[in-house]
């Protein structure tokens, strides 16, 4: 494992070859313009209704501000780091009608697809279910044999009804994912243009989360594959002809055809790319990453130049899921936090986007967290002069309120007691100290401000994989080995250079109550991306 | 009498979470599977030890196998099945049935088909807690024959232990059989009399895991201290407050061993607590010094949310409170402690009592 700079140390520190990222945020889309480890311009701008229509304004303002447009043959690939499908979920609008089919014989019928999810999604993708012969067991051995026929029979009901999409479930398909391939290939035969998510394509073991994931990417596919054909078509309509990627929940990159079919994948990725923007900023991989906004900080941390996952269900719309989250901790502390004297508080309210007219540094009449900043003489903002007519105590006991709250937050998230370097990001940064407990040192990088959009220019390309064994029967050596080779095997076909592909995570999680040593071993694997790379 | 329905489902998985020590499986799935019956055949009746009919047939079921393969290959009717077996076995119809484990996902397993079956469910059961293994429920403990048992799967397979020469044996081939069948099977017991069941279950601990529940949902809707709701509930004492800044795991013979350290804060700032565990808490100890131990019960909550914390999340810099709960008077006897007490689960200390 690499010791010096960010896992993206295969870029050079400089090169001809252009990637520019773009961070579509709730509030603003961001872009940057890198040669190798180099940002060469950035770019921030309103996020639009519409998407397209901000990104395109942010790449503009990186490709022709300045010393004239790069050429368009150095540019070698678009990164784009987009949320913006979540909205269409929490407002149920535009969603394919969709069914599950779950393989899984007389197991599990008792709770059937959709069972615990809100009724009006439920209502909007329309909710049909199949359960149909087939699933494994743990070890691998099949629950029922699977039944073609049950499933062309199906297929024909759903297509009947209506059905746009169907999401497939196999019960331990992430052990064995034969079942949900071979109902795939069934379904495309009976209709080429149904959309097909596949479970163990999406989630982990955990049947109702992994299932869920599966059909709310099933409802998403009408409006990803429109969100992919409007993005691509517009970097057309812009003379820029490159290949387009999508930034992954896990930091990794997906191709543009795999977005359009698997856009749950790209749900969380901004916390994901602003976190590895700093560490690959600071130039460190483990570190603890604190990200000040107007209203909320997000605290997480980095492990080998990836965000540590959530191991708790995470839930998308009121809809349980176990994807992999970054492990984050939100405290309701901002540049915009209200202050309130007598008791003293800070947050959780915030003036937000209005700080430019009520923060007193501005002229306005509400204190928040930013002018106690500026009263301290940490940063210059507004009218520094308004600021300083501040009682000198009630700027230091709510600098030291931000402090322990930040110092909490931050302990919280560490996995050991050991100091670790501590980079700050985020427009709220200058609230934070220079000295925190549980921080070796505090990092401000340069360019921080646009670290969500370089985090998606520096992705790379992975492999997961998760799988129980019986170590008594395979040895655990021998498993751990065949596990690395198939993380391996999934980053060089998902588009990794074969020779620079390591593997970057090994979980062990000994199955409690079996005998034989069941071990759900998960493995992944990163690489930088070939025939893109920047050399 | 009461009556578990949507509502108490949800406050007696957050109790049975509480109760399980640190182990015994998230009830969630539970709670899911009890309430699609409750919402299509309604409501399922509770009674106390003493409103038993003297004439009364009570199977004890629960699920059996690897919490992480119940949350995959979910378990569906089929202890409704194993009751059904049961009956068809000995002749006698069951009048009642009762949990074998309030600790975890086996609180909810009853209801299941006490909901299909029309039967009520009896408010107490075998462990008044969570254990790893089938031996260690007071049925046993106290002598109940443990034969013939039921153990059944998704697809419609029975295994029949006919007789055995200990409950130990009986937890030996039963899980044998949990394996073939994919580790996700459930298991009934011979039929208990009132009387048996008056004697050897611990009483009232349905109805302690649902006001456990509720109480954790009362003090977070008003923004209140759980910790003291939870305290305001069950006699108990808070053992510590702290922030776990260590987890040390290790797997044998399919246990998952461990230990987690925690420093002290408030109160207990500059001391330490180290707990050990294995599937559930076991012992407690303040600076060296035992502090709590097997059978009485060590629960680690989230200090905020007062939110049980099974031993596999456990994690740095989670801010913890750890409450000690006295076991109920039937774990604390000789013979229970000779099955669940410290020495059992191979520690050398001498039960201690730890006093409210």
Redesign the interface.
């Known amino acids: 494992m690499s010791d010096t700079g960010t896992r993206a140390v295969g870029l050079e520190e400089d090169a001809k070859a252009l990637r520019v990222g773009v961070d579509v945020g709730g509030t603003n889309t961001d872009a940057v313009l890198m040669a190798g480890r180099r940002v060469l311009r950035k770019a921030k701008t309103a996020t639009t209704p519409d998407v397209t229509t901000g990104i395109v304004r942010a790449l503009e303002g990186v490709l022709a501000e300045g010393g004239g447009q790069p050429a368009q043959a150095e540019i070698q690939a678009v990164m784009l780091g987009t949320t913006h499908f979540m909205n269409a979920l929490l407002e149920g609008r535009g969603l394919a009608r969709t069914a599950v089919v779950r393989l899984c014989?007389?197991?599990?019928?008792?709770?059937p697809p959709f069972?615990?999810w809100p009724e009006a999604l439920r209502a909007a993708v329309g909710g049909h279910s199949y359960l149909l012969p087939g699933?494994h067991?743990?070890?691998g051995?099949e629950?029922?044999g699977f039944d073609d026929d049950a499933v062309r029979e199906a297929a024909r009901d759903a297509l009947a009804n209506g059905v746009e999409a169907v999401a497939l479930c196999g019960?331990?398909s992430p052990v064995n994912p034969a079942h949900e391939s071979q109902a795939a290939e069934l379904i495309r035969q009976e209709s080429p243009d149904v959309s097909l998510s596949l479970s163990s394509e999406i989630g982990r073991?955990?049947?109702?989360e992994r299932e869920n994931a599966a059909a709310l990417n099933a409802a998403l596919s009408r409006i990803a594959a429109r969100a992919v054909d409007a993005i691509r078509g517009a970097l057309a309509d812009m003379g820029l002809d490159v290949p387009v990627f999508f930034s992954q929940n896990d930091g990794t990159l997906m191709d543009a055809e795999y977005a359009a079919r698997y856009p749950v994948l790209a749900m969380s990725s901004g916390p994901t790319n602003s976190m590895r923007g700093a560490a690959f900023l600071a130039g460190i991989e483990d570190a603890v990453v604190v990200d000040v906004g107007g209203t909320s900080t997000d605290v997480g941390i980095l492990v080998q130049g990836f965000p540590r996952a959530a191991?708790?269900a995470v839930k998308l719309a009121e809809v349980r899921t176990n994807f992999r989250m970054p492990d984050l901790i939100s405290i309701a502390l901002g540049g915009g936090s209200i202050v309130r004297r007598e008791p003293l508080e800070l947050g959780p309210s915030s003036v937000g986007a209005r700080i430019t007219e009520e923060a007193i540094v501005f002229g306005g009449s509400t204190l928040t967290a930013t002018d106690l900043a500026v009263a301290a003489e940490r940063a210059e903002i507004g009218e520094p002069a308004r600021a300083r007519t501040l009682d000198a105590e009630l700027v230091e006991r709510g600098l030291a309120e931000v402090r322990r709250r930040v110092e909490q937050a931050v302990?919280?998230?560490?996995?050991?007691?050991d100091p670790l370097p501590l980079v700050l990001v985020g427009g709220g940064s200058v609230l934070v100290a220079d000295r925190l407990a549980g921080a070796s040192e505090v990092l401000r990088p340069e360019h921080a401000e646009v670290a969500n959009a370089i985090g998606a220019a520096i992705a790379q390309v992975g492999g997961e994989v998760e799988k129980v064994y019986s170590l008594e029967r395979v040895g655990r050596l021998e498993a751990l080995a065949a596990a690395k080779q198939e993380a391996l095997r999934q980053a060089t076909e998902a588009g990794a250079q074969p020779d620079g592909v390591e593997v970057v995570e090994v979980e062990e999680?000994?199955?409690?109550?079996?005998?034989?040593?069941?071990?759900?071993i998960r493995v992944k694997a990163v690489g930088e991306l070939g025939g893109h790379r920047l050399t | 009498m009461w009556q578990i329905d949507e509502d108490a489902l949800e406050s007696i998985s957050i109790g049975a979470g509480i109760l399980g020590t640190g182990g015994g499986g998230n009830p969630y799935?539970g709670m899911?599977?009890a309430r699609?019956?409750v919402r299509e055949h309604g409501p399922v009746n509770v009674l106390d030890l003493d409103e038993l009919p003297d004439d009364s047939r009570v199977i004890c079921v629960g699920g059996?196998?690897?919490?992480?393969?119940g949350?995959?290959?979910?378990?569906?009717?089929e202890s409704y099945r194993a009751v059904r077996a049961i009956e068809k076995h000995t002749g006698e119809r069951a009048t009642a049935l009762i949990s074998g484990e309030i600790g975890g996902s086996n609180s909810l397993e009853p209801v299941?088909p006490a909901s299909l079956a029309r039967l009520p469910v009896v408010d107490g059961d075998g462990m008044g807690r969570a254990f790893?293994e089938l031996q260690m429920t007071t049925f046993f403990i106290y002598g109940l024959p443990p034969t013939p048992s039921a153990v059944c799967d998704?697809?419609?397979n029975t295994a029949i232990i006919e007789d055995a020469v200990s409950a130990t044996w009986v937890e030996r081939m039963a899980?044998a059989v949990t394996?073939v069948m994919?580790?996700?099977p459930v298991f009934a017991f011979a039929p208990m009399t009132a009387a048996d069941v008056r004697r050897t279950a611990i009483p009232g601990t349905l109805s302690l895991a649902r006001s456990l529940g509720e109480a954790v949902r009362r003090a977070q809707r008003e923004k209140g201290n759980p910790i003291d709701a939870i305290l305001a509930t069950v006699p108990g004492r808070v053992l510590f407050h702290g922030?776990i800044?260590?987890v040390e795991r290790r797997?044998t013979?399919?246990?998952?061993r461990g230990r987690v350290t925690i420093e002290g804060t408030g109160d207990d700032a500059g001391a330490q607590l180290v707990v050990d565990f294995q599937?559930e808490n076991l012992v407690a100890q303040r600076g060296g010094a035992l502090i709590a131990t097997v059978p009485d019960l060590i629960c680690i909550v989230d200090a905020e949310r007062g939110e049980p914390i099974t031993t596999?999340?456990l994690?740095?810099?989670?801010?913890v409170s750890v409450l000690g709960f006295p076991a109920p008077p039937l774990l604390r006897t000789p013979e229970a402690l000779a099955v669940v007490g410290p020495e059992a689960f191979g520690y050398q200390a001498v039960y201690a009592p730890l006093e409210r």
Do not use: H, Q
Request: glycine share 12%; charged share 25%.
């Open positions: 014989g007389p197991a599990t019928r008792l709770l069972c615990d699933g067991e743990f070890d051995r629950i029922t019960v331990f073991v955990g049947l109702l191991s708790t302990d919280r998230v560490k996995l050991s007691a999680v000994p199955l409690t109550y079996l005998p034989g040593n069941a071990t759900r | 799935i899911l599977r699609e019956l059996m196998g690897a919490p992480t393969v949350v995959e290959k979910v378990r569906g009717t299941i790893p998704e697809k419609g899980r394996i994919g580790c996700a922030k800044v260590d797997t013979e399919g246990f998952a599937n596999e999340l994690r740095y810099g989670f801010r």
